[in-house]
């Protein structure tokens, strides 16, 4: 139903906003070489800890959510993005909103369509049927001069913000955690899964998340399957290095090779703070 790549990253366009509180947890950005020397803590400990936490915990969602929007919008204020939109080139027509929905790849018309189930009167009721001759494309047909202004305006609705978080759910967290979880895998392994389905949808085409997985389990078993967890996801981190660079708007990997690599190459199967990671250059740090 889904178009098989969900959308491009958007490169580091914006200044970093800092100084996130959420959680009870205060989460900055800052240069990662300020933390150099931080001890991992042991892989066996983090397996551990892994079998009785994820990311449903509250804390670890919201890491997650940083860790996404540090390589969607160069910051960690993810939460700052309900009213962001742009067409970013890559065909994808309108991106928009807390995870990047497309008016081109259907996942945009369907939070509209559910916004408005709730909300029928909204300011973006009135695009519904230009979104859907628009879906699958990238052209703004119905959709210019007033629909980018109709979003912003939208995004001051807490309706309209809860309607994003729970499609971005829906569609990219929920069946990645649950498949992750399915694999036998702890808070990294879901959060990995998570971020490539973000990005390549779980369409049926090579380059899908479905099909990133399958290239990893050709290489290495699952935990529940009784393989190793470390080999599984360096798998599957290969595999999806693989699907990227078959895109020129995905070719830079850096998401993967500065940021979960290293996450994984310290042992962080718990994915826990401190998190010193690097996108397309900029450094971070969730402490």
Not at 242 to 252: I, K, L, Y
């Given at each position: 139903?889904?178009a098989?790549?969900k959308?491009?990253?958007?490169?580091a366009?914006?200044?970093?906003r800092?100084?996130?509180?959420?959680?009870?947890?205060?989460?900055?950005?800052?240069?990662a070489?300020?933390?150099?020397?931080?001890?991992?803590?042991?892989?066996a400990?983090?397996?551990?800890?892994?079998?009785v936490?994820g990311l449903?915990?509250?804390?670890?969602k919201?890491?997650a959510?940083?860790?996404?929007?540090?390589?969607?919008?160069?910051t960690?204020?993810?939460k700052?993005?309900?009213g962001?939109?742009?067409?970013?080139g890559d065909?994808?027509?309108?991106?928009?909103?807390v995870?990047?929905?497309?008016?081109?790849?259907?996942?945009?018309?369907?939070?509209v369509?559910l916004?408005?189930?709730?909300?029928?009167?909204?300011?973006l009721?009135?695009?519904?049927?230009?979104l859907?001759?628009?879906?699958?494309?990238?052209?703004?047909?119905?959709?210019?001069?007033?629909?980018p202004?109709a979003?912003?305006t939208?995004?001051?609705?807490?309706?309209?913000?809860?309607?994003q978080?729970?499609?971005?759910?829906?569609?990219?967290?929920d069946?990645?955690?649950g498949?992750?979880k399915?694999?036998?895998l702890?808070?990294?392994?879901?959060?990995?899964?998570?971020?490539?389905?973000?990005?390549?949808g779980d369409?049926?085409?090579?380059?899908s998340f479905?099909?990133?997985?399958?290239?990893?389990?050709?290489?290495?078993?699952?935990?529940?399957?009784?393989?190793?967890?470390?080999?599984?996801?360096?798998?599957?981190?290969?595999?999806?290095?693989?699907?990227m660079?078959?895109?020129e708007?995905h070719?830079?990997?850096?998401?993967v090779?500065?940021?979960?690599?290293v996450?994984?190459r310290n042992?962080?199967l718990?994915?826990?703070?401190?998190?010193d990671?690097?996108?397309y250059?900029?450094?971070f740090?969730?402490?």
């Amino acid at each position: 139903m889904y178009a098989p790549h969900k959308r491009t990253a958007r490169r580091a366009t914006w200044s970093l906003r800092v100084g996130l509180v959420a959680l009870g947890l205060t989460l900055t950005a800052v240069p990662a070489t300020a933390f150099a020397g931080t001890a991992p803590a042991s892989v066996a400990a983090h397996r551990q800890e892994a079998a009785v936490t994820g990311l449903d915990d509250p804390a670890k969602k919201d890491i997650a959510m940083q860790l996404v929007s540090s390589a969607e919008n160069s910051t960690l204020d993810w939460k700052a993005q309900y009213g962001y939109i742009e067409d970013i080139g890559d065909g994808r027509g309108y991106t928009a909103g807390v995870i990047g929905f497309c008016s081109g790849t259907h996942d945009m018309l369907g939070l509209v369509e559910l916004y408005t189930r709730r909300e029928p009167d909204n300011v973006l009721a009135g695009y519904l049927p230009a979104l859907r001759e628009v879906d699958g494309t990238d052209s703004h047909d119905g959709l210019d001069p007033g629909f980018p202004d109709a979003w912003k305006t939208a995004a001051q609705d807490p309706a309209f913000r809860q309607a994003q978080d729970d499609e971005r759910d829906r569609v990219y967290f929920d069946p990645a955690v649950g498949r992750a979880k399915s694999d036998g895998l702890g808070t990294l392994g879901q959060f990995i899964y998570y971020d490539a389905i973000v990005m390549h949808g779980d369409g049926g085409d090579s380059t899908s998340f479905g099909s990133i997985r399958q290239r990893a389990l050709a290489r290495a078993a699952t935990p529940a399957q009784g393989g190793d967890e470390v080999a599984c996801l360096d798998a599957f981190l290969d595999a999806r290095v693989w699907a990227m660079e078959q895109e020129e708007a995905h070719s830079d990997t850096s998401r993967v090779d500065t940021a979960q690599r290293v996450f994984l190459r310290n042992g962080n199967l718990n994915l826990d703070p401190p998190l010193d990671w690097q996108v397309y250059g900029d450094s971070f740090h969730i402490g």
